[in-house]
Every structure is written in structure tokens, then in C-alpha cells.
């Protein structure tokens, strides 16, 4: 996709990992997030809404959610209901994509995000199969 960059490298590929993003991929157990869903932040929400709201919370990617984000993430469910209804206008459709994109519920937002969803009996990569550039090059010489 124009406009996003390349994919970021594995952790033990990576010369310069971005200080503003930690340099690491966060991983993130596939179980989904233990905790409860926090309360509805928004007035009057519609049964969908709530069902959505509960879904969501469930899903592993909202480990990775701050408290902050709550607003956010209602704000996404508000949309989302609203453009599962018959005949909902464009601009409904492109914030919700783009609400998916921040909040990670896309594998390219993942990538982009840095956050890797795990299973819990998977042992993380080990980096020490990634060969050293300049190691092939002194098998040159």
C-alpha cells in the first residue's frame, strides 16, 4: 500500500530501532485480554453497541489499549454500529477504517503498530538464527 512505508524487520534484523517506539515488537498473548471491559463512556448506548463494546475488550489487541483510549474505542463502536445500518454514508465507512487502523484491529495496523499476537506455548523467535551481515561477508574472504 502506497503512503505506509515498508514492513519493519524482525527484532535481531533492525541497525536503528526507533527510541519514540521502544525499537521492540510488543507481543501480545492470543488468549485475549483477561480484563473486564470498562464501563460504557458514551450516553445512551444501543444493545449493538454494548455487544460490540464487550467483543471488543475480548479481543487479544486490547491488552495493548491504555485507559485513555476508551473514548477512542467507543467512538469506533459508535461508527461501527452505525455503518452496519442500511445506506451509511461514505465519511462513516472511512473513519471507521481508520479507526481500525489505529487501534490495531488489522493485521497491516499490527505491523505498523509494532505488536505481535502469540500463542501462550509458542517460546519467542529466538534471534540469534539471524546471521550478521558481516559475518557472511569475512565467509567471502
Not at 485480554?33 to 464501563?39: I, Y
Not at 461508527?79 to 451509511?88: F, T
Request: proline share 11%.
Amino acid at each position: 500500500m502506497p503512503g505506509f512505508g515498508r514492513i519493519p524487520k524482525p527484532e535481531g534484523q533492525r541497525r536503528n530501532p526507533n527510541p519514540v517506539l521502544g525499537g521492540k515488537i510488543r507481543r501480545i498473548s492470543a488468549a485475549g485480554h483477561a480484563a473486564k471491559a470498562p464501563k460504557w463512556p458514551l450516553p445512551n448506548p444501543s444493545k449493538r453497541e454494548l455487544e460490540l463494546w464487550a467483543q471488543l475488550w475480548r479481543t487479544p489487541v486490547s491488552a495493548a489499549w491504555k485507559f485513555s483510549w476508551v473514548n477512542v474505542v467507543a467512538r469506533y463502536v459508535h461508527l461501527l454500529a452505525v455503518a452496519e445500518g442500511p445506506k451509511a454514508p461514505g465519511v462513516v465507512l472511512i473513519e471507521v477504517r481508520q479507526l481500525e487502523d489505529r487501534l490495531g484491529l488489522s493485521p497491516m495496523a499490527l505491523l505498523r503498530l509494532r505488536i505481535e499476537i502469540v500463542e501462550d506455548d509458542d517460546p519467542p523467535a529466538d534471534q540469534r538464527n539471524v546471521l550478521d551481515v558481516r559475518e557472511r561477508l569475512k565467509a567471502v574472504q
